[in-house]
């Protein structure tokens, strides 16, 4: 009950925090039009090959890769006849790997590795790692599977999604966000029905299941990510490459 409250209070704190932000309100013009923008983010996200295919990679690996930090881990959990605390340590790890990321670790990874070879050494890592907790038998391998999996994700966003973005030229930075954002919500659709029917039909159950995701999701990241020498350039791509 604890943990409910905690979390009900981040959420009303985050709710009440998102007021603060100053509106900012579109053209007249643009108002009520917003399959136009969606458009015309897909136009410009298809003339822009790097952004183009970090798309269709993040589309595709979130397809099976959702699921495993989702409805797989707690079957995994159960699997291994292990009480709800397991459950709770393991998506705490997840998250605490990710803090530590973000605050601190995929910083300094990005400045010495350099941005191409740190998100192609994180995106596999973090398959990996998922991939032994799913063969794993114990509950402490998941956890710290899990943790390790959460740090090297936040590599993975720091290129992927956050530089990217500041590549991007203001006026098209929130069509791009809108494109994003819809092709994540289709895919962590897609995600779960294709695991629950993996799951139904897979007689070894969910550690399988969860180990034939992870795999083609790392065979994903790896031919998604293509011409490294952008990652090498602060500016990416250039705003002429936006129509």
């Given at each position: 009950?604890?943990?409910?409250?905690?979390?009900?209070?981040?959420?009303?704190?985050a709710a009440l925090s998102a007021f603060a932000i100053p509106p900012v309100l579109p053209p007249r013009?643009?108002?009520?039009?917003?399959?136009?923008?969606?458009?015309?983010?897909?136009?410009?996200?298809?003339?822009?090959p790097i952004d183009r295919d970090w798309t269709a990679y993040a589309f595709f690996s979130m397809v099976f890769f959702s699921p495993a930090l989702g409805m797989?881990?707690?079957?995994?959990?159960?699997?291994?006849?292990?009480?709800?605390?397991?459950?709770?340590?393991?998506?705490?790890?997840l998250g605490l790997g990710m803090l530590i990321g973000a605050l601190w670790g995929a910083q300094k990874i990005t400045e010495?590795?350099?941005?191409?070879?740190?998100?192609?050494?994180?995106?596999?890592?973090?398959?990996?790692?998922?991939i032994g907790g799913a063969l794993s038998m114990q509950g402490w391998m998941l956890v710290l599977g899990f943790g390790l999996a959460g740090f090297s994700l936040s590599v993975s966003q720091l290129v992927g999604q956050t530089h990217r973005q500041l590549a991007v030229p203001d006026h098209f930075r929130a069509r791009f966000s809108s494109v994003n954002m819809m092709m994540m919500q289709v895919s962590s659709m897609l995600g779960p029905?294709?695991?629950?029917?993996?799951?139904?039909?897979?007689?070894?159950?969910?550690?399988?299941?969860?180990?034939?995701?992870?795999?083609?999701?790392?065979?994903?990241?790896?031919?998604?990510?293509?011409?490294?020498?952008r990652f090498t350039t602060p500016q990416g791509a250039p705003e002429s490459a936006f129509p």
């Open positions: 009950p604890m943990a409910l409250w905690v979390y009900t209070s981040l959420l009303l704190l013009k643009a108002r009520g039009a917003w399959h136009s923008e969606v458009r015309a983010g897909l136009r410009a996200k298809w003339r822009v797989l881990l707690p079957l995994k959990v159960h699997a291994l006849r292990l009480n709800a605390s397991w459950l709770g340590a393991t998506e705490a790890a010495s590795l350099g941005r191409y070879r740190a998100c192609m050494g994180a995106v596999t890592v973090t398959a990996l790692l998922i029905a294709i695991a629950g029917v993996q799951v139904a039909v897979n007689p070894l159950g969910c550690v399988e299941a969860a180990n034939d995701k992870i795999r083609s999701y790392e065979v994903c990241a790896r031919a998604g990510i293509r011409q490294p020498e």
